[in-house]
Nanobody, 118 residues
Framework: QVQLVESGGGLVQPGGSLRLSCAASGFTFSYYAMYWYRQAPGKERELVAAITSAGISTNYADSVKGRFTISRDNAKNTVYLQMNSLKSEDTAVYYC???????????WGQGTQVTVSS
């Protein structure tokens, strides 16, 4: 079955950096675009970054452009989110996501908490 397992979250001071990882299994990873979402307390889940199947194209929310970088290693079935210059408003649970468009099924990881605080 499809599994997405995030790791790398934690507590970091403002201005610091973290790298999130999402290990995928149960599907042909290199065929699928991958996404990072986040959800802060009391807010709706929002798309943070996206990357195409081959990793050629990426997209970012305006709030993270220039600070976050999404990448992937198809040999390791892993997608990453490098987060630099972190701000308190980046505090959220971060989720890895992909979608099987043919079956119309969304797959989510369990999430990893990122807390930016001094």
């Amino acid at each position: 079955q499809v599994q997405l397992v995030e790791s790398g979250g934690g507590l970091v001071q403002p201005g610091g950096s973290l790298r999130l990882s999402c290990a995928a299994s149960g599907f042909t990873f290199s065929y699928y675009a991958m996404y990072w979402y986040r959800q802060a307390p009391g807010k709706e889940r929002e798309l943070v970054a996206a990357i195409t199947s081959a990793g050629i194209s990426t997209n970012y929310a305006d709030s993270v452009k220039g600070r976050f970088t999404i990448s992937r290693d198809n040999a390791k079935n892993t997608v990453y989110l490098q987060m630099n210059s972190l701000k308190s408003e980046d505090t959220a649970v971060y989720y890895c996501h992909t979608r099987d468009s043919r079956l119309r099924i969304d797959y989510w990881g369990q999430g990893t908490q990122v807390t930016v605080s001094s």
